[in-house]
């Protein structure tokens, strides 16, 4: 092992049974390029001798390394739980358990796709490849947390400050509307639009952070259209 490969088996807190195999940069573009695996398996005689298992080849975004982006190569058994470790994560998913976490947290902060793609660097279609897969609930910060050396958003969600007649983002009247367990008059087609793609998405995740993060979407709706909304505001004053 080369002193830069096992300065990243550091640097990524790599432990066994896996190992930095590969170690590349790029200058011009600032990337970092880590190739991770089984460690070998060494015979009576010292000769290393290949896994046997089939492996499955995984890319992944990992958190920047300062300005330089860290990419990741696992390569991986099929049967490899990946759900454990910062430098991990989902096998159809873009980013590490680390990155998927930071990305999350930035979401429930309200910060735009767009946004975010400034921030970090990372490509506006493996956004919305995470955002895509959290609407259908194929990932979940609970399912990542193990891996993820990011502390957890509290699932209470942040406070919001009062908005005149709206309700504060914690009132029960919110997870009502957005379950379908409180219907209310809507004249406006893109609140009808709003909550039916809100409830298609709560059915497919028990998450409660991903509901709360959906609770935020639906709150700032209104918060962003009150004059619009005189109508179903009246209707939710009786809830306060």
């Not at 759900?83 to 976490?101: D, E, I, K, Y």
């Not at 059915?203 to 962003?224: G, I, P």
Request: with cysteine.
């Amino acid at each position: 092992m080369s002193k830069q490969e096992a300065l990243w088996q550091r640097l990524l807190q790599v432990e066994k049974p896996w190992r930095v195999l590969k170690y590349e940069r790029d200058e011009h573009r600032q990337q970092h390029f880590i190739t991770i695996g089984p460690e070998s398996q060494r015979s009576w005689f010292g000769l290393v001798s290949r896994p046997a298992e089939a492996l499955d080849t995984i890319n992944w975004r990992h958190r920047n390394f300062g300005d330089w982006e860290v990419h990741l190569k696992v390569q991986a058994p099929t049967d490899a739980d990946l759900s454990q470790q910062p430098w991990q994560g989902g096998r159809n998913q873009p980013f590490t358990n680390a990155l998927a976490q930071e990305v999350f947290a930035m979401l429930r902060e309200e910060l735009t796709l767009t946004r975010i793609c400034k921030l970090t660097g990372i490509p506006i279609a493996d956004l919305w490849r995470f955002q895509y897969a959290l609407d259908n609930g194929e990932w979940s910060p609970a399912r990542s947390a193990a891996g993820s050396a990011t502390p957890r958003a509290d699932s209470s969600g942040p406070s919001s400050p009062p908005d005149g007649d709206i309700p504060n983002l914690n009132h029960p009247v919110w997870a009502d509307i957005a379950k379908g367990g409180l219907e209310i008059d809507t004249r406006v087609l893109s609140l009808k639009m709003l909550l039916a793609r809100l409830r298609s998405q709560l059915q497919r995740t028990s998450d409660e952070e991903v509901m709360m993060l959906k609770l935020q979407e639906l709150r700032r709706y209104f918060v962003n259209n009150r004059r619009l909304l005189v109508h179903e505001l009246k209707q939710l004053r009786g809830y306060r």
